[in-house]
C-alpha cells in the first residue's frame, strides 16, 4: 500500500510542482483603466485634480508651463495630506522677467516644502506628465495652465493602475530630475 502512494504521489507531485515553476514565468498582467479629459470642455482640468487628489504616496509631475492655481492648490493640499510630491518644469517657460504667475505659482510650491527644479538643457522642456503612486500615469497637452483649462484645445489621458508604463514615465521624470537646478523662492 505504501509503495502504490509513493508511486502515486511521484506521478502528481512532479508535474504539479513543474506546473507551477512554469506558472511564475508567466509576465503579470494588470487590469488598466484609461479615462480622458479635454478642454475647453472642463473635462480635462477635472481629471488632472483627480490625479493629484486621488494619490496617497507620491507625485512625480513635469510640465511646460505652469501657472494654474487650481493645481498649485491640489499640490499643495497632497503635501499637506502626507503625499511626497516633486516637480520638475521648463526653466524658460517658467523664470523669465514677464512670468509672473509661473513663478508666482513656483514660489507657492516650494514655500509649501515641496521639492521643485527647472530644466534648462532643452529648448523646451514640453513633457506633461502626472505619474501618482507610481501605477497611475497622466499624459497629454494639457499644460498645467489656466489657459489650458479655459482657453486651448486640450487633451488628458489618464492610465489608471498601469504600473508597467508608470514606471517608463518615472524614469524619464527620474532623467530630467536629475538635470534639474533646485528652485528657491524668490520672496
Known amino acids: 500500500m505504501q509503495i502504490i502512494h509513493k508511486i502515486h504521489m511521484r506521478r502528481w507531485l512532479l508535474p504539479g510542482l513543474l506546473g507551477l515553476a512554469m506558472c511564475s514565468l508567466v ?5 488598466a483603466t484609461i479615462e480622458t479629459g479635454f ?8 481629471l488632472v485634480l483627480k490625479t493629484i487628489d486621488t494619490a496617497q504616496q507620491e507625485i512625480r509631475l513635469m510640465g511646460y508651463s505652469f501657472t494654474s ?5 491640489a499640490l499643495v493640499s497632497a503635501k499637506r495630506r502626507g503625499v511626497d510630491v516633486r516637480v520638475v518644469l521648463d526653466w524658460k517657460a517658467n523664470t523669465g522677467k514677464n512670468n509672473n504667475a509661473s513663478r508666482a505659482a513656483m514660489n507657492l510650491l516650494a514655500g509649501a516644502g515641496i521639492p521643485l527644479r527647472t530644466v534648462s538643457a532643452y529648448k523646451i522642456l514640453h513633457d506633461k506628465v502626472i505619474v501618482s503612486d ?5 499624459v497629454g497637452s494639457f499644460n498645467f495652465s489656466r489657459a489650458a483649462d479655459r482657453s486651448n484645445s486640450e487633451n488628458v ?25 533646485d528652485w528657491k523662492q524668490t520672496y
Open 27 to 31: 509576465p503579470i498582467t494588470y487590469a
Open 69 to 73: 492655481p487650481e493645481v498649485v492648490r
Open 134 to 138: 507610481g501605477r497611475h500615469t497622466e
Open 39 to 46: 478642454s475647453p470642455e472642463g473635462t480635462a482640468l477635472r
Open 157 to 181: 489621458l489618464v492610465v489608471w493602475d498601469d504600473p508597467v508604463t508608470a514606471q517608463k514615465y518615472l524614469n524619464h521624470w527620474t532623467s530630467r530630475w536629475v538635470q534639474g537646478t
